[in-house]
């Protein structure tokens, strides 16, 4: 995912053809408006998850009512794959899609690169006035809007309420509290007290933040991920494992983690409210009633989870950019948002759809909106997405004893450097 000076270059002169040829056919063929009537075809590859996928085909396919001469090509692409499948459509310009769901740490990078059409001026204003802030800065780069927000999430601590209240424990505020309550857990039930997913950086992040720490500090262009904090995060991840209370895998952390927590095999685990469709479907929630969600637990120095969400952005390739932009619109729209709220219980980026009865009903979307608005505001620079992958190598060294959390620390710093040429 690191690119050198020479390989952005060809990037970025392949995204301005690619650019441009879409401009030299916008008035033809896909972009037409018959006496302003949008027409043609929008490709929308989606990154959402199985269990809301469906969902969102639905709901994306039912924009051709509002403009019937519209046909709205659905792709869903894995989350693991769609980073990287995404750059190598947009650069190639073969087979890209026009519409995008991009993680909010992906548009700067799309941006940097010239992959990305602005949002129109009436949009941005628009953004700029009814979503939320943390929200609409993460489809920013550079003073201009390039991405919509779709959804907006944070992590929390998930936990079987019966099992809990079983060991006689009450949802940990702490790491150490964590640690307690697991033990209470396993002489109760013999079952495992968390799973921590050690196969992905994400879920590290709270383990950082937690110790006062960052990844970087953008501001000064210093990397953080190796100092004290940083080292005393990977510490942290690994004692969770060697004390017994949490379990991890190094490998398919998703499923594991899901298949774990759904069946009562463990007690808690930290997820998004992207699961909670998910986890409803599981042995143990069948009374929806049994799930329960707290803030994750504090480190030693605060309680800290990462902001997280997913933009809608157009190809600036595209030679359908007006239906394009109509339907990331569309997709933001406030109903849309709501009946997200109503069926996934994601998190509306729109101010306004939190006062509608089918949001303000979901319990899971009033406890994530609390947890949202004290998330931590990643960075959002180009190298944002780019940065997860030697971080995950590393930590999962770090949580499976495969390197000391000195080490591991040590080893992102180093990785980290490279990739923000010029940093400290």
């Not at 059409?117 to 550079?142: I, N, W």
């Not at 099992?163 to 307690?180: I, N, S, Y």
């Not at 940083?230 to 895998?249: C, H, M, P, Q, Y």
Request: proline share 5%.
């Amino acid at each position: 995912m690191r690119r050198g000076i020479a390989a952005t270059a060809l990037v970025a002169t392949l995204a301005l053809a690619a650019t441009a040829c879409g401009g030299d056919t916008k008035d033809s063929g896909g972009d037409s408006q018959s006496g302003g009537e949008l027409s043609g075809t929008v490709t929308w590859w989606d990154t959402s998850n199985d269990a809301e996928k469906a969902s969102f085909q639905k709901i994306a396919e039912a924009f051709t009512a509002k403009h019937p001469k519209v046909t709205v090509k659905y792709v869903n692409v894995p989350y693991g794959d769609a980073q990287n499948k995404v750059k190598n459509a947009f650069s190639s310009g073969s087979e890209a899609p026009d519409v995008i769901r991009a993680d909010v740490g992906w548009v700067a990078d799309f941006a940097s690169l010239g992959y990305l059409d602005e949002v129109p001026a009436d949009t941005v204003k628009k953004v700029d006035a009814e979503f939320l802030p943390q929200a609409a800065a993460s489809g920013k780069y550079e003073g201009k809007t390039y991405a919509v927000p779709q959804v907006i999430d944070t992590l929390g601590l998930f936990y079987n309420k019966k099992m809990l209240a079983d060991a006689g424990v009450q949802p940990p505020k702490t790491l150490e509290e964590v640690k307690t309550a697991a033990a209470a857990i396993k002489a109760k039930t013999g079952k495992a007290g968390l799973y921590l997913r050690g196969d992905d950086s994400y879920w590290f992040l709270p383990l950082i933040y937690g110790e006062g720490g960052d990844l970087v500090d953008a501001k000064t262009k210093t990397v953080t991920v190796d100092n004290p904090a940083g080292v005393k995060a990977f510490k942290t991840a690994r004692d969770l494992v060697t004390s017994g209370a949490a379990i991890t895998n190094a490998t398919d952390g998703w499923t594991n983690m899901q298949t774990a927590f759904k069946s009562g095999e463990a007690a808690m685990m930290i997820n998004g409210p992207w699961a909670v469709a998910d986890t409803y479907a599981g042995d143990q929630f069948k009374d929806k009633a049994n799930l329960g969600v707290a803030p994750v637990p504090a480190g030693s120095v605060k309680a800290g989870s990462p902001q997280g969400g997913h933009d809608l952005a157009v190809y600036a390739g595209s030679k359908n950019r007006a239906a394009s932009h109509a339907f990331v619109e569309y997709m933001t729209s406030q109903e849309v948002q709501v009946q997200s709220a109503k069926e996934l219980s994601l998190l509306p980026t729109r101010t306004a759809a939190y006062e509608q009865p089918d949001v303000k009903s979901s319990e899971m979307v009033q406890f994530f909106k609390p947890a949202v608005d004290k998330a931590v505001e990643r960075a959002w620079i180009p190298e944002n997405g780019s940065l997860f992958e030697p971080l995950k190598v590393e930590y999962t060294k770090a949580i499976t004893g495969a390197a000391t959390p000195e080490d591991a620390a040590k080893a992102a710093g180093v990785e980290f450097r490279k990739i923000l040429k010029g940093w400290n």
